[in-house]
């Protein structure tokens, strides 16, 4: 039985991913969002940054085709994202988290002090970037800084994204 909240949860997913909204996830979302995000935080792409938030997004998107593009057409579909991406990442969170690791982690680099940390308000602007609405952002950064100091870790952040998309059934 799958209920109207699983399929609501799902399509916000599958539209975070499908991020030029032409109703597929491929490469080129992956890619849009490092630049998306270079261009909001005023980082060259052939910088060090942004060589490795491209690295980051190309290792991404091949970890997703690898679990959900079932015919390699280089195109995860909509039914290929709920039949395939969605159940092998409530599988496997850790799994999941492994490959979004290398573009969060680049991400945050845009944003973070030398210690490694960002702003919270710094973590809306990455969310915002990639199209995430101004309430939901704000939410999503505040839960993100579990302890309340202001500041948002890699180690926060990871295990918090593989959440947000191990859609409970
Ligand atoms: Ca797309
Ligand atoms: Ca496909």
Known sequence: ?????????IAARFATF??????WIDREDFSGAAKALLAEFGAAARSDKGQALYAGAEAFWQG?????DRDGDQRITRTEFVTGAVKRLRDNPDRFAEIARPFLHAALQLVADPDGTAAVDDTVRVLRALGVGEDLARTVAAGLDADGDGRVTEQEIVPAFARYFTVPE
């Open 1 to 9: 039985m799958v209920s109207s909240e699983y399929e609501r949860r």
């Open 64 to 68: 997703m085709a690898g679990m959900a």
């Open 18 to 23: 499908d991020q030029d909204g032409n109703g």
